[in-house]
């Protein structure tokens, strides 16, 4: 999932807001009050307030991107040709970007050591969830501002410290305004603000062209986003701290497990009854190959489990795959937002 799961089911957490971090080293700065994520906060001149950090706006020319939204973030701003490290492609890129994707390194399974990562002397390291900038992953944003690499995390994943891991991350921020926001700063990061305007506007006129389409639906369908990640067989659930839920209520559907917070929480079958979704979404993960596709033995497994057998996701045949890329906050969203509502409202949409 968070890259790959059967090694990093511990990055699997809530989204968040920052409550503040840092230390004084270069690239980081005091905790101050923001709002949601940093958009409230008021960054030094020249710098972005990112999770508590300025980070001081110049162009990088040596680029690592963590983590598929953050690989695709950076692809879609026109870097690629900056890229000289990548970990973790959960799913395909998408056509228009993947001959853009030809990194000088790439670790696709291992998660990179600091010493890798600095090997490659990165002066920006973008990450899509918190894990890498721990002191398991890549080390925290101010050892690796020490060491001359300024650093990037999408807001929704900002712990309240720096360097913390799931267990620090609390309040949550989920909303495509968060989503917008980091697109727009990541975009002044690297030097392309115009591409950036172009990435966010072409996301806003999807999703305003979905909400023209759904004007006046008043049938809102239950939706469980559910997944199995390792080979435990345990289902998680998506929860209401994650940008999935943001997803379901924009295509017009309804979080089925509007009690559960955080992003990935175990359910038991028995929570899956109770819920009675009357769609469920499966994301698939994870490897550069890995499509829709990928999550069908996991739908299969739910469609003919007897003990499901009354939830109307089952009755009904409404169990859809998707990919884990579409699901995480990053340039998908708008389109996966499109998709989704397609399969709830079908008659909104010529189907």
Do not use: K
């Amino acid at each position: 999932m968070i890259g790959n799961p059967r090694r990093w089911a511990p990055l699997l957490a809530g989204l968040v807001l920052l409550a503040g971090c840092g230390t004084g080293d270069p690239g980081t700065s005091s905790a101050r009050d923001g709002g949601d994520g940093d958009g409230g906060a008021v960054p030094a001149a020249g710098a972005v307030a990112n999770c508590g950090v300025d980070v001081p706006v110049q162009r990088p020319e040596r680029v690592v991107a963590m983590f598929q939204n953050g690989i695709e973030a950076v692809l879609a701003l026109g870097a690629g040709d900056r890229l000289v490290g990548a970990a973790y492609l959960d799913n395909p890129i998408p056509a228009q970007l993947d001959a853009d994707f030809r990194p000088e390194n790439y670790w696709p399974e291992e998660y990179p050591s600091r010493e890798e990562v600095l090997r490659v002397a990165p002066d920006l390291v973008v990450s899509g969830f918190t894990g890498a900038f721990t002191r398991e992953g890549l080390g925290t944003r101010a050892e690796l501002g020490a060491a001359g690499a300024r650093t990037f995390l999408f807001s929704a994943y900002c712990p309240d410290v720096d360097g913390g891991n799931q267990q620090s991350i609390r309040a949550t921020d989920v909303s495509f305004a968060a989503v917008e926001r980091d697109l727009t700063d990541l975009g002044r990061l690297l030097g392309a603000p115009d591409r950036a305007a172009r990435v966010v506007d072409g996301m806003r006129a999807t999703l305003d062209e979905v909400a023209r389409r759904l004007d006046g639906v008043t049938g809102r369908p239950r939706v469980a986003m559910l997944n199995s990640p390792g080979s435990t067989g345990e289902l998680r659930v998506f929860g209401t701290g994650d940008v999935a839920t943001t997803i379901i209520e924009a295509a017009g559907g309804r979080q089925a497990f509007d009690t559960v917070a955080g992003r990935q929480r175990t359910v038991s079958l028995e929570g899956v009854v109770a819920a009675r979704p009357d769609v469920i979404v499966i994301p698939a993960c994870c490897g550069r190959d890995v499509g829709p596709e990928g999550a069908e033995p996991l739908a299969e497994r739910l469609r003919n489990d007897p003990a499901l057998a009354t939830v109307p996701a089952i009755r009904d045949g409404r169990v859809f795959t998707t990919t884990f890329a579409e699901v995480s906050p990053g340039i998908r969203n708008a389109d996966a937002v499109a998709a989704l509502a397609r399969r709830l409202h079908p008659d909104r949409f010529g189907g």
